[in-house]
């Protein structure tokens, strides 16, 4: 088997006057089972997806500091027993995985700037853990952008690194394609061996009469990192970080809203643990703290309940176990959360999550992931309903 992988490996590579230029390939398999009561007539039915997606690119050497880049990726659906909110099976719960075909990247690159690269085009693009600017990577088919992106890390200032870019195009996870004007600007500074210190600020203008609300200008500060080791095996982690965010551009609702994320934990002898607590003010509908562009299901539990910030704002608290086995190149995680709104005093519901993934090399997994969402009795609606969900899944990348 190592032999037979190594063969693939050299001939996805190939080389042009010493530049690396590289074939791409990424198969994934999934079922996914999503069980939910809304308490209404009728209930959504039990969803059943069985996809398949396969991304196929090509990544050209370096020539005189320019590189290109172009991929495809279709999804095809083998049991489509659900709501991919492109198919309209509305009688069945969602899973957001529609079977399509499409144009996943398409970009080229200038490095020969000193410690810089220029990038055209459409393009994946993740700012530090895709809050607020993300591929959405869980999903079949992911999120990319027609943007232009500068990165310069800048050797002179030590542990500089800027992104600067405008957005002109989101190519959302469901196929379809949304217009926006969208500055962005985050401005990484690493702070020794402690962490990092990270400016953001992003201006999202949706050109679309149906996502205007969507529209806001988001400024925060973030600082993040793991302490040295001390004791021969301890580490701390450590997360504080805030937001606001107002309306701009064709937004049509005023509105003002903060965000605070705040995370603690240890690392020691393969077990990480940590606890943490993220809120999202929100002052009435359209009047709440979003993040329109965000890879939102790695957010706030992984039934993917709270997509959307409720009009009251929403606080997570939460803890996560993680433990992982070396000898059998295996990671188990547990994560606990208790949902309510942004006071405090009106419970959302409880979650549980649990994840298994075993990487066989570097080019084979497979995971295994569970999710149950129980809704605070008093408050169950068809958005904050009882939801469990079941997924496996195989992926051979190289």
């Not at 050797?155 to 926006?180: H, K, P």
């Not at 400024?219 to 021969?232: A, C, K, M, Q, W």
């Not at 009795?377 to 469990?388: F, I, R």
Request: a negative charge.
């Amino acid at each position: 088997m190592a032999g037979i992988t190594q063969d693939i490996e050299d001939a996805f590579n190939f080389y042009h006057y010493g530049h690396n230029g590289a074939i791409q390939a990424d198969l994934n398999y999934r079922w996914e089972n999503v069980d939910q009561d809304q308490g209404g007539n009728p209930n959504p039915k039990t969803a059943n997806a069985n996809t398949a997606r396969l991304r196929l690119g090509a990544l050209s050497p370096v020539l005189s500091g320019f590189q290109g880049y172009a991929e495809f990726e279709g999804l095809w659906a083998m049991q489509e027993d659900y709501n991919s909110l492109r198919n309209n099976n509305k009688a069945y719960s969602v899973v957001a995985d529609p079977e399509k075909t499409e144009l996943n990247q398409l970009w080229i690159s200038y490095s020969g700037i000193p410690d810089t690269v220029v990038k055209g085009g459409r393009q994946r693009i993740k700012l530090d853990d895709d809050r607020f600017i993300g591929n959405v990577g869980w999903r079949q088919l992911e999120q990319t952008y027609d943007a232009v992106l500068l990165t310069h890390n800048n050797q002179q200032i030590y542990g500089l690194t800027v992104n600067a870019g405008f957005i002109g195009n989101v190519n959302t996870f469901t196929s379809t394609t949304e217009n926006i004007d969208a500055p962005i600007l985050n401005v990484n500074y690493k702070v020794g061996d402690y962490g990092n210190l990270v400016a953001y600020g992003y201006w999202l203008d949706y050109r679309e009469k149906e996502n205007f609300e969507k529209s806001s200008q988001t400024y925060g500060l973030r600082f993040n990192g793991v302490s040295p080791t001390f004791f021969d095996h301890y580490s701390l982690l450590y997360t504080a970080e805030w937001g606001n965010q107002r309306d701009y551009g064709h937004g049509p609702t005023k509105y003002e809203a903060d965000r605070f994320n705040f995370m603690g934990g240890v690392k020691a002898f393969n077990v990480t643990v940590q606890g943490a607590w993220e809120q999202l003010n929100g002052f009435g509908p359209n009047k709440t703290f979003d993040t329109p562009l965000g890879t939102n299901h790695a957010f706030q539990g992984w039934a993917d309940i709270f997509l959307v910030t409720p009009a009251n704002g929403i606080r997570d608290v939460f803890g996560t176990v993680s433990v992982a086995l070396p000898r059998y190149d295996t990671v188990v995680t547990a994560v606990y959360h208790d949902f309510s709104d942004d006071t405090g005093q009106q419970q959302y519901g409880k979650e549980w999550d649990f994840q298994v993934v075993k990487k066989f090399g570097k080019h084979y997994s497979l995971l295994a992931k569970y999710a149950n969402y129980n809704a605070d009795s008093g408050l169950a609606t068809a958005n904050n309903t009882d939801t469990q969900k079941i997924w496996f899944q195989a992926n051979v990348s190289f």
